[in-house]
């Protein structure tokens, strides 16, 4: 049994936060440099090259790449060996989560109540927590902001199986179109397949916070996420939406087994601020 304590979770969570939202990955500023190479358009072009300098302002200054710093959303991996001690988990990550956006300057987004009152809690409190139990003794944290403008054009459809490979396609495609200009593109698109509703969800959120280097490790999935980016960046969309072929920088693939008489997609979109950090205890 490995002992980890509350406070080291915390201070991990905070460090993430202002990392995450100030330091593009290296993964999404290569996507942008090799996407640099392929695109026809002029206009796409300078805009892929003013996103990366503005990246590097970001980094250079430990700014914001972007005003909205989202809801923080942490997937946590605990092994089964691991105990934590001086206080609650997920009390820890929350705790991480104030310390960084408050002492990190972000834009602090979570409101307490969705629908009536929609107080600001002012400090990004709550975090949105995903924790899988795991073999070992490890513990490991990823935390990816999610912004309002990607995010509002995510998708659920409850396919049947008779709707097939085609019917996933035209909700990845309709998802896109619909979110046009509006998610900051170029995007990446996380689509999720299987389970039930809200596993399918979840599925695509962890694949929009997947590497971008990553594949799926299935070969007809990870042929999929190549015909699917193809289709997504014929659409003509490009960077910002003002026109090019670069829509989108990946789409990936997650899946989880399903009923026999369904079929669930949902489909989760990152702006071109595809963020996300990761550390392991």
Avoid at 23 to 49: M, T, W, Y
Avoid at 58 to 64: H, Q, V
Avoid at 191 to 201: N, P, R, S
């Amino acid at each position: 049994m490995r002992e980890i304590d509350a406070a080291t979770i915390s201070a991990a969570v905070a460090k993430l936060a202002v990392q995450a939202c100030c330091h593009l990955p290296a993964d999404v500023q290569d996507a942008f440099r090799q996407r640099l190479d392929k695109e026809p358009s002029p206009v796409g072009r300078n805009i892929l090259e003013q996103l990366l300098e503005n990246a590097d302002i970001a980094a250079r200054d430990d700014i914001p790449i972007c005003q909205d710093t989202g809801l923080a959303v942490v997937f946590a991996e605990v092994g089964q060996d691991v105990h934590i001690t001086g206080g609650d988990f997920e009390a820890a990550i929350h705790e991480g989560v104030r310390r960084g956006y408050v002492d990190g300057y972000l834009r602090k987004s979570c409101v307490a109540e969705p629908l009536f009152e929609r107080k600001n809690t002012g400090d990004n409190t709550p975090a949105v927590i995903h924790t899988r139990i795991v073999p070992g003794d490890g513990l490991t944290l990823r935390l990816a902001p999610k912004g309002a403008g990607s995010e509002n054009k995510s998708v659920v459809k409850m396919l049947v199986p008779a709707d097939g490979i085609e019917g996933v396609r035209k909700v990845v495609l309709d998802a896109v179109l619909a979110a046009g200009p509006n998610s900051c593109p170029p995007m990446v698109v996380g689509v999720g397949l299987g389970g039930t509703m809200e596993v399918a969800a979840l599925c695509a959120k962890r694949a929009a916070a997947r590497d971008l280097e990553s594949r799926n490790p299935d070969p007809r999935y990870a042929a999929f996420e190549d015909e699917l980016l193809e289709l997504i960046n014929r659409t003509g969309i490009g960077p910002q939406g003002l026109g090019g072929e670069t829509t989108a920088l990946k789409v990936h693939v997650e899946w989880a087994p399903t009923h026999i008489a369904s079929l669930p997609v949902a489909v989760n979109i990152n702006c071109h601020a595809a963020r996300h950090a990761e550390v392991r205890l």
